[in-house]
């Protein structure tokens, strides 16, 4: 089954101690991103990657950081996290073959994440 | 980069009709996307546009002008599993990249 798994679906953590939330997708897809969505601001890309070893930063990358080593994984990485990340927090990923554009994009499940 | 706009709620009666609209504005346009999101769920796709004119899939369709940068999103016969977030999202090609940008949402209540 097509599918972007995430994890952890729930979080709590506090102040300062770093967390990673793990993102993996089964259909080969080049590209992934990170969104977060709170209450009245829609969705918010964080930093997004459209290859192996190639991420960028998206509208609001401040306090996180991604890496991408495997084409199916796209970690989000929060080093010393702040009560203002606090928030839900989705994976995508789609394909983007140059000529495409008929390309959804495919969501985890959503991260609640809850920085004390 | 896009300006998206849609409203931010709207509310309607099962079995009606209701269209959500989307205005944008964007430099190096290249589809539109309309996502369904139900409360602390993901985003599911709609319906994508890329030309002008509209595409009907069921009961929802999606309506695309380039030149007046508006979409809209046509629910008919309205169920209440309709109640959900709907998302209009474009595509942008600036600097060859294909990245999507969303709208803020539009809260849809569906009552009987």
């Known amino acids: 089954e097509a599918q972007v798994t995430q994890n952890p679906r729930y979080l709590i953590t506090v102040t300062g101690k770093k967390l990673t939330v793990t993102c993996s997708q089964n259909?080969?897809?080049?590209?992934m991103s990170w969104y977060r969505q709170d209450p009245g601001l829609g969705l918010r890309q964080i930093y997004y990657s459209m290859n192996v070893e190639v991420t960028d930063k998206g509208d609001v990358p401040e306090g996180y950081k991604v890496s991408r080593k495997e084409k199916r994984n796209f970690p989000l990485i929060l080093e010393s996290p702040s009560p203002n990340q606090t928030s839900l927090y989705f994976c995508a990923s789609s394909s983007t073959a140059i000529g495409s554009t008929n390309e959804k994009l495919f969501f985890g499940s959503g991260t609640q994440l809850s920085v004390l | 980069g896009q300006n998206i706009d849609q409203p931010t709620e709207m509310t309607a009666t099962e079995g009606a009709i209701v269209q959500i609209n989307c205005t944008y504005q964007?430099?190096?346009?290249?589809?539109l996307f309309w996502y369904q999101q139900h409360a602390g769920e993901a985003p599911t796709f709609l319906s994508y546009n890329v030309l002008d004119g509209l595409e009907e899939k069921g009961r929802f369709s999606s309506f695309l002008s380039r030149s007046k940068g508006y979409s809209y999103l046509l629910l008919k016969e309205l169920q209440m599993k309709d109640s959900a977030s709907y998302l209009c999202a474009v595509r942008d090609t600036m600097g060859g990249s294909y990245i999507p940008t969303f709208g803020r949402g539009t809260s849809l209540i569906v009552h009987p």
């Open positions: 964007t430099s190096g346009f290249n589809g």
């Open positions: 259909m080969n897809h080049e590209y």
